[in-house]
């Protein structure tokens, strides 16, 4: 090999049609010239010296036994390259596929957190037991290890991650990097191994407080100081959740008009809803000094939105057994036992979204001036602090008296 220098292509014998070829640069490689079907190809073998002319002539032999029996190298050799390059790209881990998942969909999600739930619960979860498997390889044993482990001892977490689990699966499905049935789906598969969600664990609501306590407890929390205990003042008076609260802006209120409107990216159901202030509301909103260069309402003392702890905090330091977003169930409860307001009144004071999709159709308007009225009772009802209310108190003032 190495007496032949002048650039082309040189026989080398021991296989019909096998050449070395020579460059002008002096770069050496096998080619193959052979007949397949009724036309001359030319198939390369590899470069000298890594391809040593007794590997070049078993190459040249397995490429005349692939015409032999009808099948042209050259394309067998593309088809080959082009299904490696195929199976590397759909090679993709689950880890891969969630977060690219969570990327392609978190832009429909309104609430900002969903897309760091769905993240930190599959990372925590998931990733420890399949994360860097290959979603085409995972199936029933992969998908238990993850569940078994937490799915009686934190059965709502795990049929979170298992719902999860399944859209991450659905969506590689759909991509083309996995094929089958999804290991992870509930209905006819999971639910012949696992026990039902409802049957392992009961649903434990948000601490509430009797409608009766209400009097009394807004009694005490006017007596606290903080943006936290004025804002969890107005929720209550509002009805609304503390998210959405904590994240109110003057821009957001007419004051004169007693009016609080909410954009529908800040609403759980994504629709705008307009809140009836009650005198209460109103004269606590004007109470409140403006933090210059802030544009929340009940802002931090920076100037920035109040934390999502922040609520609840007050409760701790009052030592009262409930939570914010348990007076809205308190609310719900007061009007159901003690107004005659329709049900879907308080509905939609709520803002929950009516399930029944012909009565939400008949059903446009938002019924305004009969939630300004109920808003405006349930404001003078908290106001209530009776002889027979009294002896309703929040437990730190309860301690307090005894101490």
């Known amino acids: 090999m190495q007496r032949l220098k002048a650039p082309g292509l040189h026989p080398v014998g021991g296989v019909a049609g096998l050449r070395l070829q020579i460059t002008k640069s002096g770069a050496r490689s096998w080619v193959l010239r052979i007949m397949a079907g009724g036309r001359r190809i030319e198939k390369g073998l590899g470069g000298y010296p890594d391809v040593t002319l007794a590997m070049a002539r078993e190459k040249a032999r397995a490429a005349r036994d692939l015409i032999e029996a009808g099948v042209d190298p050259v394309q067998a050799a593309r088809q080959a390259k082009s299904a490696l390059a195929a199976s590397v790209a759909a090679a993709w881990t689950f880890d891969e596929c969630a977060k690219a998942y969570i990327e392609a969909k978190s832009g429909e999600w309104t609430n900002a957190k969903h897309a760091a739930q769905w993240t930190n619960t599959l990372a925590t979860y998931a990733s420890p037991f ?48 996995r094929e089958g049935l999804n290991p992870a789906r509930w209905k006819g598969h999971l639910d012949h191994i696992l026990p039902a969600p409802g049957k392992v664990t009961k649903v434990v609501h948000h601490a509430a407080l009797p409608a009766a306590s209400v009097g009394p407890f807004m009694a005490a929390l006017r007596k606290e100081k903080g943006q936290g205990a004025r804002a969890l003042e107005f929720a209550i008076l509002t009805a609304t959740r503390s998210g959405e609260v904590r994240g109110a802006t003057w821009a957001e209120f007419d004051l004169d008009a007693a009016l609080w409107t909410i954009p529908g990216e800040r609403m759980k159901a994504g629709k705008e809803h307009r809140v009836p202030l009650s005198k209460q509301a109103l004269k606590l909103l004007r109470s409140l000094t403006r933090v210059e ?19 609840s905090a007050v409760l701790r330091r009052m030592e009262v057994p409930a939570v914010p977003h348990g007076f809205r169930s308190t609310f719900r409860d007061w009007c159901a036992e003690s107004t005659n307001y329709p049900s879907h009144v308080a509905e939609m004071a709520l ?33 209530r602090v009776s002889s027979s209310d009294s002896t309703v108190t929040p ?9």
């Not at 934190?154 to 083309?176: G, H, N, P």
């Not at 309402?297 to 920076?302: E, G």
């Not at 437990?395 to 101490?403: L, N, T, V, Y």
Request: hydrophobic share 45%; net charge positive; charged share 30%.
């Open 130 to 177: 399949i994360g860097r498997l290959q979603v085409r390889h995972i199936d029933l044993p992969q998908i238990l290890a993850v569940l078994e482990p937490i799915w009686t001892e934190k059965t709502e977490t795990a049929s979170r991650v298992r719902m999860r689990l399944e859209a991450v699966l659905d969506w590689a499905t759909v991509k083309k990097y």
């Open 293 to 311: 260069g802030s544009e929340f309402v009940f802002a931090a003392p920076r100037g920035g939105e109040l934390s999502d702890m922040t609520l």
């Open 351 to 383: 803002a929950h979204t009516i399930g029944d999709k012909v009565e939400a159709a008949y059903r446009r308007g938002d019924l305004f001036n009969k939630r300004a009225s109920l808003m405006q009772d349930w404001a003078n009802f908290c106001d």
């Open 395 to 403: 437990i730190a003032a309860r301690r307090r008296k005894a101490a």
